[in-house]
């Protein structure tokens, strides 16, 4: 079983920064990639972030310049910094990772989410 474990989420005013933070845990052999998505009431999860294990990023266009993706292998974390923040980014953000377990499983696996508040 794997999980992820997200925090770092809360209440920020405009142009201010938050770093959310997502550690995988349990029968994992390796992470493929880790990212970050996040979700508003009534409409679909999208992408905001993501990192493969070559170093590889994709950021969704309202975040690029502002939001920046990390990841400490060595700890099974991925970090999602996020600076000059808008009202437009509160969400629930949600991490997700591809993991090989040690039984050559391929899993998708979903984090809880962490509430982001911009308050303008």
């Known amino acids: 079983q794997v999980q992820l474990v997200e925090s770092g989420g809360g209440l920020v005013q405009a142009g201010g920064s938050l770093r959310l933070s997502c550690t995988a845990s349990g029968s994992i052999f390796s992470i493929n990639a880790m990212g970050w998505y996040r979700q508003a009431p009534g409409k679909q999860r999208e992408l905001v972030a993501a990192?493969?294990?070559?170093?590889?990023?994709n950021y969704a266009d309202s975040v690029k310049g502002r939001f920046t993706i990390s990841r400490a292998n060595a700890k099974n974390t991925v970090y999602l910094q996020m600076n000059s923040l808008k009202s437009e980014d509160t969400d629930d953000y949600y991490c997700?990772?591809?993991?090989?377990?040690?039984?050559?499983?391929?899993?998708?696996?979903w984090g809880q989410g962490t509430l982001v508040t911009v308050s303008s």
């Open positions: 997700k990772a591809e993991v090989i377990a040690y039984d050559n499983r391929r899993l998708e696996v």
């Open positions: 990192l493969t294990t070559d170093g590889s990023t």
